[in-house]
């Protein structure tokens, strides 16, 4: 694919690419368990919650099947590991960070840099996925800065904004105020821990049907779709390579993936919400 359509692939999520984020997500958390067992240790997985369902709505598209879904589940507010009792023990950080002579240094635009370890048993699990620790670096950091670019650059194109104001009238006609459809999944993620799960189902299936039902009219994702191709053709050649090799790398952390699961080291794919 060229360099344009491969940045905007990593950029643009889809019920797709979020499903492909949450087998990534778990091959790691599997592959880093496997690895602590095998140096007498225990690692204790997350719970994810089902894979996001092709029915999941995002920013970009919306889902396909029935009921609408933003797929936010009580999981989704889940970010690291359980308390694991044996973190304690010797040797125990070590085997899952490796050494501080594993450090490395990434510089991101904009002057930012991150930190991060390319040893121990987290190490060998990113690198077996990505090809590289420093590529899962770029591909977790990368798209996150260039997406708080886009939507400051939204807040400059007409017809987006023109689509955005039919789209906030069409949810207010449906008794949902909501600034756009990130916000729409931020209200719904807030209340992921404080409603029960049916709650949680029912309200934020009302919204997303609300949101895919107000975006016919308005054009709002098409618009959007639209603002980030103008976004992606302003990029600089180093941001567009460093995004197309994003794409490259999560495609064949994708391929290790499914590997892994044929393999019966992983999960097969299923149905599910967005975890």
């Not at 091959?27 to 225990?42: D, H, S, W, Y």
């Not at 105020?177 to 309200?203: H, Y």
Request: positive net charge; charged residues 20%; aromatic residues 6%.
């Amino acid at each position: 694919m060229p360099a344009l359509a491969l940045a905007r692939s990593v950029l643009a999520s889809t019920a797709s690419s979020l499903r492909q984020g949450w087998y990534r997500e778990r091959a790691e958390q599997q592959l880093t368990a496997q690895c602590m067992k095998r140096r007498g240790f225990v690692y204790l997985i997350p719970r994810m919650g089902p894979p996001p369902g092709l029915n999941t709505v995002t920013e970009f598209a919306l889902g396909r099947g029935y009921p609408a879904t933003y797929g936010v589940t009580p999981e989704s507010l889940i970010a690291a590991p359980p308390s694991n009792p044996e973190a304690a023990r010797p040797g125990y950080q070590l085997a899952l960070d490796g050494p501080a002579s594993s450090l490395r240094k990434l510089s991101l635009p904009g002057g930012a840099s991150v930190g991060y370890g390319t040893g121990g048993c987290q190490g060998s699990a990113r690198a077996r996925l990505f090809g590289s620790v420093g590529a899962y670096v770029l591909s977790s950091y990368l798209p996150q800065i260039e997406k708080i670019l886009f939507e400051k650059s939204l807040g400059r194109d007409q017809a987006y904004l023109s689509a955005l104001h039919r789209w906030q009238a069409c949810m207010r006609a449906d008794k949902f105020s909501v600034a756009n459809p990130g916000d729409a999944v931020d209200s719904i993620l807030k209340i992921a821990d404080k409603t029960s799960e049916a709650d949680l189902m029912r309200r934020q299936t009302a919204l997303a049907a609300a949101d895919a039902g107000c975006d016919r009219p308005s054009h709002l994702r098409q618009r959007t779709n639209q603002a980030l191709g103008k976004f992606v053709r302003s990029l600089s050649r180093q941001t567009l390579t460093q995004l197309s090799d994003i794409a490259r790398s999560r495609a064949k952390a994708n391929q290790v993936t499914r590997e892994a699961a044929a393999g019966g080291h992983g999960e097969r794919p299923r149905s599910g919400r967005r975890h």
